[in-house]
């Protein structure tokens, strides 16, 4: 427990995506997250959907607190993390019919966010679902001032970090055959977006 990190706002925000996740993977059996960060989202998330096989992943630097929570507390269900860089993604020896990301559109840079598309373009099977959680612009607009000065000061630290354009994602979904199916408006002027990858599309691991 001791080398256990703890993200509070994880802990804060973990009861209103489950209550999404149940429902939008209740028909999937394997979870990619990516960028699990503390690993505390994936321990508690296989926990609480145990007919999911989910696979945290994360940058080096985060891999040893991620297993040091599945030493802690983590089930049968969740796996050993993946070192992912979704910029450099490994060859993948399965599929998955859920890809589920949270807080790391804003703080990978742009090329990135393009990377974990294309990345969910390869990695699911037709039909799977990708879930995005984090605050997101819209039109050019923030839908907060919150959010407006969240933004700025993550580009105070870093140029490449921001809040991303709702109709960017869209562009990215689109180029890897995914349609939204669902928004879902969440606390703290986060929200969560739901695509589908086409059935019909080409899978490539
Ligand atoms: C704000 S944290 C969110 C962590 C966790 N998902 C949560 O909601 O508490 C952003 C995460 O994105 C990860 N990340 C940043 N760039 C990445 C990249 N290129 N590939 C994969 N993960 C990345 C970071 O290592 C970090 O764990």
Same mark, same amino acid.
């Given at each position: 427990? #001791?080398?256990?990190?703890?993200?509070? #706002? +994880?802990?804060?925000?973990? !009861?209103?995506?489950? #209550? @999404?996740?149940?429902n939008e993977f209740s028909d999937c059996?394997? @979870?990619? !997250? @990516?960028?699990?960060? +503390?690993? /505390?989202? #994936?321990v508690w998330f296989a926990a609480e959907l145990p007919w999911l096989r989910w696979q945290p992943s994360d940058l080096a630097e985060n891999l040893a607190g991620i297993n040091a929570w599945i030493d802690y507390a983590g089930g049968e269900n969740v796996m050993r993390p993946l070192l992912l860089d979704v910029? /450099?993604?490994p060859r993948f020896g399965q599929q998955y019919d859920a890809l589920f990301s949270a807080n790391t559109a804003h703080i990978m840079g742009i090329d990135g966010v393009e990377a974990m598309f294309d990345l969910a373009g390869r990695v699911l099977t037709p039909g799977g679902i990708l879930c995005l959680y984090g605050p997101i612009r819209e039109g050019g607009e923030f839908d907060t001032d919150s959010n407006r000065r969240f933004d700025q000061s993550l580009r105070m630290q870093d140029a490449n970090m921001g809040l991303r354009d709702l109709e960017v994602l869209e562009q990215f979904a689109g180029a890897n055959h995914m349609t939204r199916l669902r928004r879902y408006a969440m606390p703290a002027n986060n929200q969560i977006l739901i695509w589908r990858k086409a059935a019909g599309s080409t899978e490539v691991s």
């Open positions: 427990m #001791a080398s256990c990190p703890h993200s509070p #706002a +994880s802990e804060r925000n973990r !009861e209103p995506i489950l #209550a @999404v996740l149940r059996k394997a @979870v990619l !997250e @990516v960028g699990s960060g +503390s690993g /505390q989202h #994936a910029r /450099q993604p």
